[in-house]
């Protein structure tokens, strides 16, 4: 039953350097370069987390789909500031802290069903690579070195500022970076900073020290993608001043365009406001997993289909109500996944009919992706397919329908990284597993009877709380009336 899916793309992607969507068109035809700024690993990774790397695997899975090779970096800053200082309060060797959250952030987007990118380099394996940036920036008056630190110059390069679209010349701009008496100009950062006492520290040209976290991205993108990256991803917060400095250090050493396509999602909102540890509203993925009662397996896809139902540049509203509404829709999905895994309907079969159901949704379903990776529509065809199904073939699918629809949901489930769980071990909502043959036979019964009293109103209340309970009601021509759970 799968369709061929075109070599050739429209896929129009929201480009926050033009502020618009444009056609995506690679460097190199049918090859993709892409690069996301991965987590710090000094802490349990957070919900705001889990939306990025869910975003940028589920493009990394649709440009696939439709046809690229896509190579995909994600990286690891594991030395910084707030690394050392947890570090010194947990008396933990800093390279031993790293690792600790390097290994539960993997099991964490294994569970998330998260693509494990190409090469996930950590700072501290590219020292060579960012002085050797680090040193063509200050040959080309880009730089400066001062008592150890080593600093961009941001008046040198002209253009800065035109991915944040901000006017830095202003009193905002210098508020919002630290003074220092060291800098030229406040809005000058930090390429490499001098180490100090106690702190771990790399031989460099200018002395024993550290890199800056901007210069990390640039030299670990430029060495494993090229000087031109195809696409560059991070969370909305990244795109000031991190991304910003990167373009300005990554564009003055190379003299190349960094980055053609920038791609940013939106925050993890809690009560209407950024999710954040100063406001109390701060999840972790960790808790999530642990407050949940579901299969850990279960909780990740929820938590994934969470993320996937709202458009990935617009903030997403977190509470425990979402993801219980999330887990609900899945769980209509394998309803009808395991009756297509059971159906041994013999009548004939109404072959041409499913195929153009079908075929009908997949080209609803690329258009949707194709504009600028619009899960929620996406997700809605689906859902739409699983209604006409269960209204086209109430009376059952053959066998080679029931498996031909199957593969399909996982066919378009493959971009989304969805339908992942074998059918028959899906959690249902302990509501599904509770009530009663006997219970639905009793409700079954009232509604014929609301029926036979022209009763319309409590007829369709009935069918909805069976529908809430996992009971699907199919009414016969006969008059009767079929169940499953």
Same mark, same amino acid.
């Given at each position: ?375 929620? #529509?996406?997700?809605?065809? +689906? ?5 006409? &199904?269960?209204?086209?073939?109430? %009376? @059952?699918? *053959?066998? /080679? ?59 369709? #209340?009935?069918?909805?709380? +069976? ?5 699907? &009601?199919?009414?016969?021509?006969? %008059? @009767?009336? *079929?169940? /499953?759970?």
């Amino acid at each position: 039953m799968a369709g061929k899916r075109p070599k050739t793309s429209m896929v129009k992607i929201f480009n926050s350097l033009s502020r618009q969507k444009e056609v995506f068109k690679p460097l190199i035809p049918g090859k993709v370069n892409m690069y996301v700024c991965g987590v710090t690993v000094y802490d349990h990774s957070h919900i705001g987390h889990a939306r990025s790397a869910v975003v940028f695997d589920m493009i990394a899975r649709y440009l696939r789909f439709r046809g690229y090779d896509v190579k995909l970096v994600k990286n690891f800053t594991d030395i910084d500031d707030k690394i050392i200082k947890r570090s010194n309060e947990d008396k933990i060797f800093w390279k031993d802290l790293t690792e600790k959250y390097i290994q539960e952030y993997h099991r964490e987007m294994s569970l998330l069903n998260v693509l494990t990118p190409a090469v996930e380099p950590k700072a501290t394996e590219y020292l060579p690579e960012m002085i050797k940036v680090l040193q063509g920036l200050m040959d080309k008056g880009f730089a400066y070195a001062k008592e150890g630190d080593v600093y961009f110059r941001v008046g040198a390069f002209a253009s800065y500022g035109k991915l944040s679209g901000r006017d830095l010349s202003g009193e905002d701009s210098r508020a919002r970076v630290e003074a220092n008496e060291l800098k030229e100009h406040p809005l000058d950062f930090v390429l490499w900073k001098a180490s100090k006492p106690g702190e771990p520290s790399w031989d460099s040209p200018w002395g024993k020290g550290r890199p800056g976290w901007h210069i990390e991205c640039s030299a670990m993108a430029m060495n494993l993608l090229g000087e031109t990256l195809d696409i560059h991803g991070g969370g909305e917060d990244l795109l000031f001043p991190h991304h910003e400095n990167e373009i300005a250090q990554s564009e003055g050493f190379s003299g190349k365009p960094f980055v053609r396509y920038w791609v940013h999602n939106g925050f993890v909102t809690v009560n209407q406001e950024k999710m954040s540890k100063s406001l109390g509203n701060f999840f972790t993925i960790r808790e999530v997993f642990q407050k949940i009662a579901w299969p850990e397996a279960v909780t990740g896809e929820a938590l994934r289909y969470f993320i996937l139902s709202t458009y990935y540049r617009q903030p997403v509203q977190f509470s425990d109500q979402a993801i219980d509404e999330a887990k609900n829709s899945l769980d209509r999905f394998y309803i009808l996944f395991q009756k297509c895994e059971q159906a041994s309907g013999s009548r004939k079969e109404a072959g041409d009919k499913l195929s153009q159901i079908l075929d009908k949704t997949r080209q609803a379903f690329i258009e949707a992706m194709d504009d600028d990776f619009n899960t929620p #529509e996406a997700i809605a065809q +689906l859902h739409l397919l699983r209604n006409e &199904l269960n209204r086209e073939f109430s %009376g @059952g699918l *053959s066998s /080679r329908e029931g498996a031909g629809v199957l593969a399909f949901f996982k066919e378009l489930g493959e971009p989304l990284g969805l339908f992942k769980i074998p059918e028959k071990e899906w959690k249902f909502s302990r509501v599904m597993e509770e009530i009663s043959n006997e219970d639905v036979e009793r409700f079954i019964h009232e509604r014929q009877a609301a029926r036979k009293a022209k009763d319309w109103k409590r007829s369709d #209340e009935i069918r909805k709380e +069976l529908a809430e309970k996992g009971v699907i &009601l199919e009414d016969r021509p006969d %008059g @009767g009336t *079929s169940w /499953r759970k």
